[in-house]
């Protein structure tokens, strides 16, 4: 697990570091030039193994440290000056009043003039090639538009064109909202982004991802306990994301054991002539280790579900008798589920004036975790009574179409902080909520806040959402709890989809669904 922080908590860490732990701003200032020297050094292998003869001389690689005045850009210029001394032909330019720089800045840019560090103005950066150039123009307090000078420095760095190509972006790209990834006006766009102690946020979430490039984190010195003790208590937990370590949470298959040891999911799904999300969700499920799986479906779908999916399990109903005979349609419910673990509602329901009931029927007479998705969801939004029966082991899974008929907020609104969107919705119902994007947001209930790191476009496909909900519900079936199921299935569901993805216009959702035989762990270790 990989902890994320927020602009807001990356500088009461630094503050905390500083004032409590006493350890100065300009050690750890070199530290994370340090790592910014490094990483740029690493790009020219050949240059960096030369003798102290070459380094002495400022013949190498030509760099350009692009330097606002706060202490991101007094990083810049520490790390101009490091690849300076190595023997890069390395400057620092910089835009905004330099004499009313930081106090750090300040120092930074004395040391470099002494050691003759060329100092340019940001408009001279494009008189000259570069083989590498570094932002250190805005750090991660950015909270306004981009405009005027600093919008064309962004703009005349993103036109330079590095051979052989070396964009590295200190701490996070300029222009980059730390908390959700959104483009401030303008903004760097990185190869490499070089952050220190923790990962930020914005470069796990879109549009911010794709501008940082790969992510590589430095250790600069924050002891352990300022990401716990530096953060107020208005400010929610901090989010994390997963790593291939945390598929040790899939619960391991016992040897002594039958079907009914790995649970029973009960997926109510398909309309006429919809079976298709019935049977991904039914697979999902399967594919990640549910003992049993019954699909409760219209009758018309029994001859294809059979020859898809003949593991599965049919529980048959017409539409029309619940108008005829609501009460006895509730009692057959009540026995569906009473036999499940776990059940699965909406994928492929249509908007039929059966949905509603079964909705109620469902959420008030289910006693296990209820995962909803798609059309489940669309009739909740329309009778808007029905989260009156949330209760804490319900999880959703809505799309930002869903997401924005559930809540009455634009998708542009949504899209803007993804992260506050299922956070608010999920604190206010007391449930789970499994928002999806491109990067996944799963808040739970009690604050805990994932963002996922796996997956890629390939699973932009019709199906794929159906089989996430399979995979939620098997996880919970064969003994996960229900919130770190939602995690953990959103993190498994991007790692099958890079491992399903690999030619990816051609995949499709049960190939997806097929691939987790080659992601998850082997069920056979016992714990």
Request: aromatic share 6%; with cysteine.
């Amino acid at each position: 697990m990989r902890r994320l922080v927020t602009g807001k908590r990356a500088k009461e860490i630094d503050a905390y570091t500083m004032k409590e732990i006493g350890i100065p701003s300009m050690v750890l200032m070199e530290r994370a030039a340090l790592g910014v020297a490094r990483a740029v050094k690493e790009r020219f292998p050949a240059w960096n193994t030369g003798g102290m003869a070459q380094r002495r001389r400022p013949e190498g690689p030509a760099v350009v440290a692009v330097c606002g005045t706060g202490n991101n850009g007094a990083d810049g210029v520490a790390a101009a000056r490091m690849l300076r001394l190595a023997g890069f032909d390395a400057c620092a330019a910089i835009i905004g009043d330099a004499g009313r720089g930081t106090e750090e800045f300040q120092k930074q840019l004395k040391i470099a003039d002494r050691v003759g560090v060329p100092i340019l103005g940001w408009q001279e950066i494009g008189n000259r090639p570069w083989d590498a150039v570094i932002d250190a123009v805005f750090g991660v307090g950015l909270s306004r538009e981009i405009e005027g000078d600093y919008r064309l420095c962004l703009e005349a760095m993103n036109s330079l064109s590095p051979i052989p190509g070396l964009r590295v972006a200190v701490d996070i790209p300029s222009g980059i909202h730390a908390d959700t990834g959104r483009v401030m006006g303008t903004a760097f766009r990185a190869d490499l982004t070089v952050t220190f102690g923790w990962e930020k946020q914005g470069t796990l979430l879109y549009p911010g991802r794709e501008y940082a490039g790969n992510v590589r984190v430095e250790d600069i010195g924050f002891p352990e306990e300022a990401m716990e003790r530096a953060a107020g208590e208005e400010e929610r937990k901090a989010a994390f994301t997963y790593g291939p370590e945390d598929l040790a949470g899939v619960p391991a298959r016992r040897a002594y054991s039958n079907k009914g040891s790995f649970g029973r999911v009960l997926v109510v799904a398909g309309s006429k002539g919809m079976c298709g999300a019935a049977y991904l969700s039914a697979l999902g499920a399967y594919r990640c280790g549910a003992g049993l799986v019954k699909i409760l479906t219209v009758e018309e779908n029994r001859p294809v579900l059979q020859n898809l999916l003949p593991e599965a399990i049919l529980a048959l109903y017409d539409p029309e008798t619940i108008n005829r005979d609501k009460e006895g349609f509730r009692t057959f419910m009540e026995e569906q589920t009473s036999w499940a673990d776990v059940v699965v509602l909406g994928p492929g329901l249509g908007a039929g004036p059966c949905v509603e009931y079964l909705a109620e029927t469902i959420l008030t007479s289910a006693f296990v975790p209820v995962i909803i998705d798609a059309d489940a969801l669309n009739a909740i939004a329309a009778h808007p009574y029905l989260t009156s029966y949330y209760t804490e082991n319900i999880i959703i899974t809505p799309h930002l179409g869903e997401m924005s008929r559930l809540t009455g907020k634009s998708i542009k609104e949504i899209q803007a902080d993804l992260p506050s969107a299922a956070s608010e919705y999920a604190a206010r119902y007391g449930i789970t909520c499994v928002l999806k994007d491109a990067a996944t947001v799963a808040a739970g209930r009690d604050g805990d806040l994932y963002i996922n790191s796996s997956g890629c476009s390939a699973m932009a496909k019709a199906g794929s959402g159906d089989v996430l909900t399979g995979i939620i519900a098997g996880l919970i079936a064969i003994g996960t709890e229900e919130e770190q199921a939602a995690f953990l299935g959103v993190y498994i569901h991007g790692l099958a989809g890079e491992r399903a993805g690999r030619d990816s216009h051609s995949m499709l959702a049960s190939e997806l669904a097929d691939a987790l035989r080659d992601v998850l762990p082997d069920g056979r270790k016992e714990q």
